[in-house]
């Protein structure tokens, strides 16, 4: 009887333990299917300031928290995707957008990857072109002064 | 072709080289703040200790002066405490910001501890904390005589950080205003 109660127990304690550990972005949902999606989305694509290399919608962290209760704000005050980025970008800088925007800053970033590609292209058709050239002079037959020049030579060995 | 390009690799190799072993050396969790050369947001929040009267946006105008945010349950800000007080000796004004914190006990921490703090505004519910980008305490800002942010430090202000990060700017926009 008592071995049974003390099951009991620790069967709701375990319950009791596995609801405080259910991921904080649970709480509080959108009844909405279409703006539950779309709050997974803004929230996975917002980084966690204090934690680095989570994004809000995975931290546990109380400062994740507050930004996601403030882009439920937004959403429900009728906020864009872009103003809602955009407001979290004015505070936390854009260090929170795992979007980097295209700014001087990071031009580098969306421009050098293109740039790297344009000049191996570039040395590997160069390559090709010297190859070619470098054939073609070898294909050449040598003209009758050429081959006299050559002979000379082979002798002089 | 000339030979001298058949360093060109090398060359790139070496400056990538140094630019990835430059970045190794930064602290990650130290964020450029959105906010430096921007103005204070404004806010609507009562004061610590004066319940009844608003903290109003004008207080950090006016003067050169530092914004220190901070809270009871925040571990370094015992450690920072001390150094504030010091500061404070030393003339400079210091606003602070209890984020997120309870009234009783933090007016009890600046009795205990001293009060290094002109006025102490009071966001339990950190809103003007998330206006200002704070995602930790403590965070210490320097304001200029026109309200606009000029730092902002992220951890303990030390007599190392005020010295190198903060008293240079400090007396530079004391001599401007």
Redesign the interface.
């Known amino acids: 009887m008592n071995v049974t109660v003390k099951t009991v127990e620790a069967v709701l304690l375990l319950l009791a333990v596995m609801l405080l550990a259910m991921p904080a972005a649970a709480q509080e949902r959108f009844e909405d299917p279409q703006l539950r999606e779309r709050f997974s989305e803004l929230t996975r694509e917002l980084r ?3 934690c ?1 290399n989570e994004s809000i919608a995975e931290s546990g ?3 994740s928290e ?1 930004m996601r209760e ?1 882009v439920r704000r937004m959403m429900r005050e009728g906020a864009t995707d872009e103003e809602i980025r955009q407001a979290m ?7 929170v957008s795992y979007r980097p925007e295209f700014a001087p800053r990071t031009w580098a970033l969306w421009i050098g990857p293109f740039v790297a590609l344009v000049i191996g292209v570039g040395v590997v058709l160069a390559l090709v072109a ?1 190859n070619r050239a470098r054939r073609q002079l070898d294909s050449t037959p040598l003209s009758d002064e050429e081959r006299r020049r050559a002979e000379q030579w082979l002798r002089d060995e | ?1 000339n030979r001298i390009w058949l360093f060109l690799p090398l060359v790139l190799a070496v400056t990538l080289g140094v630019v990835l072993y430059w970045g190794l050396g930064e602290d ?2 130290e ?5 430096v050369g921007r103005e204070v947001p404004s806010f609507e929040l009562p004061m610590l200790r004066e319940a009844e009267s608003p903290a109003r946006p004008e207080m950090l105008k006016g003067k050169v002066q530092l914004l220190n945010v901070w809270a009871t349950w925040c571990a370094a800000c015992r450690v920072e405490h001390p150094h504030l007080n010091r500061l404070a000796e030393q003339g400079v004004p210091i606003v602070g910001l209890n984020y ?1 914190d309870e009234r009783d006990k933090a007016v009890e921490w600046l009795a205990e501890r001293g009060d290094p703090y002109t006025q102490v505004i009071y966001d339990p519910e ?1 809103s003007l904390g ?7 305490a403590p965070e210490t800002y320097l304001i200029d005589a026109k309200g606009i942010v000029r730092h902002r430090h992220v951890g303990v202000v030390d007599q190392d950080v005020w010295e190198s990060d903060f008293e240079p700017l400090y007396e530079r926009y004391r001599q401007d205003g």
Not at chain 1, 89 to 95: A, E, L, M, N, Y
Not at chain 2, 31 to 35: E, G, M, Q, T
Not at chain 2, 130 to 136: A, M, N, S
């Open positions: 966690c300031p204090k680095q962290a109380p400062i507050d403030r970008v004015d505070r936390f800088g854009s260090f010297r | 072709m990650p969790s964020l450029d703040s959105a906010l997120k950190g998330f206006d200002l980008g704070v995602y930790g």
